[in-house]
């Protein structure tokens, strides 16, 4: 398995269980979506609170030029911690939520 493919699997395998962890079952469904190329990979929540009606990206990544670019996570506690202790290195995720300016104080990849 290419260094890649292991970053998918463990990029799925983490969402997965975080989506797990945020169904609430009979009102809000937390859903894994990934694109049809497996470089693009989203959380969704969609369902009900009460009468309003939930549907919202909580999480998308992106893997571009061999590192994983984080676009958003509204993950309670984040999902970056969770991908270094399963092997992927800080230098190879890329938190583009961030301005470049302050990506190069995280510890993580600039670009």
């Known amino acids: 398995m290419d260094r890649i493919d292991k970053y998918r699997d463990i990029l799925y395998k983490s969402l ?5 962890l945020m169904n609430k079952p009979d009102r809000i469904t937390s859903t894994v979506i990934v694109s049809e190329d ?29 590192k994983l670019w984080i676009h958003h996570d509204g993950i309670d506690r984040g999902i970056t911690e969770d991908l270094v202790a399963a092997s992927i290195p800080k230098d190879r995720i890329v938190l583009a939520f961030h301005s ?3 990506r190069s104080q995280t510890g993580y990849a600039v670009v």
Not at 16 to 20: G, I, P, R, V, Y
């Open 38 to 66: 497996r470089n693009h990979f989203m959380v969704i929540n969609e369902g009900w609170e009460g009468k309003r009606r939930i549907h919202s990206l909580v999480f998308h990544a992106e893997i571009r030029s061999g």
């Open 100 to 102: 470049p300016e302050i």
């Open 16 to 20: 997965s269980e975080q989506a797990l």
